[in-house]
Each structure stands twice: as structure tokens, then as C-alpha cells.
């Protein structure tokens, strides 16, 4: 059974930092794609990052990719977004999401935790 929990939410001031982290177990596909996904009030969701497990490479949607990095530990099943320079337009609740077998970057994603909220005040 394929479990993530995020933490690392909090409340910030406009050009701060955090790091948000995904724990996840249950993944044991040969390959697999796990993403930082995040949706805004009354915006649509949207991909922010997402690791591929088979070349070990990463993607940063472009909005966000000189600012976010993604990073993934195997050693203890952690999944990292990193935000610098945050911006009010960062506020959303950031979701991990996990999928099997590899495909475009921020789709198919059948897995999914509950949410983080991220707050950057101006």
C-alpha cells in the first residue's frame, strides 16, 4: 500500500525559504515517478516538480525552476522540494503524488497525501 505524508508547511514572509518533505513507503514498482504538485485557491492544481526513479532524473516546471529543486533520498524514502525566494503567488497547499512506470512529468499520478499548506505573506 503506497502512503506519503508531507510536512513542512508553514506561514513565511515574502522571499523566505522552505523545505517540504515527502515520506513514502509502499512504492516498490522497478520504476516509478513521485511530484510536488500544488493548488491555489480557486486555481487549478499544478505540477511543480517530479522525480523519475528510472534515469534518477528530475524536472522543475519552469514558473518555479530557478527558485524550487526537487531531491529524492532512497536511503529513507524522502522526497524534497526545496522553495527559495517565495513569493505571495507560492501560496497553495503542495501535494506529494507518486505513479508507476514512466510517462509525461505531471501526468497519471495515482497516488496522493493529504497536502502541506505553504503561506507567504508580502
Known amino acids: 500500500q503506497v502512503q506519503l505524508v508531507e510536512s513542512g508547511g508553514d506561514s513565511v514572509q515574502a522571499g523566505g525559504s522552505l523545505t517540504l518533505s515527502c515520506a513514502f513507503s509502499?512504492?516498490?514498482?522497478?520504476?516509478?515517478?513521485l511530484a510536488w504538485f500544488r493548488q491555489a485557491p480557486g486555481k487549478q492544481r499544478e505540477g511543480v516538480a517530479a522525480f523519475y526513479s528510472g534515469l534518477g532524473t528530475t524536472y522543475v516546471a519552469d514558473p518555479v525552476k530557478d527558485r524550487f529543486a526537487i531531491s529524492h533520498y532512497s536511503a529513507n524514502n524522502t522526497l524534497e522540494l526545496q522553495m527559495n525566494s517565495l513569493e505571495p503567488e507560492d501560496t497553495a497547499v503542495y501535494y506529494c503524488?507518486?505513479?508507476?512506470?514512466?510517462?509525461?512529468?505531471?501526468?497519471?499520478?495515482?497516488?496522493w497525501g493529504q497536502g502541506t499548506q505553504v503561506t507567504v505573506s508580502s
Open positions: 509502499g512504492v516498490t514498482f522497478s520504476h516509478y515517478c
Open positions: 503524488a507518486a505513479r508507476k512506470g514512466v510517462g509525461s512529468w505531471f501526468g497519471g499520478y495515482t497516488y
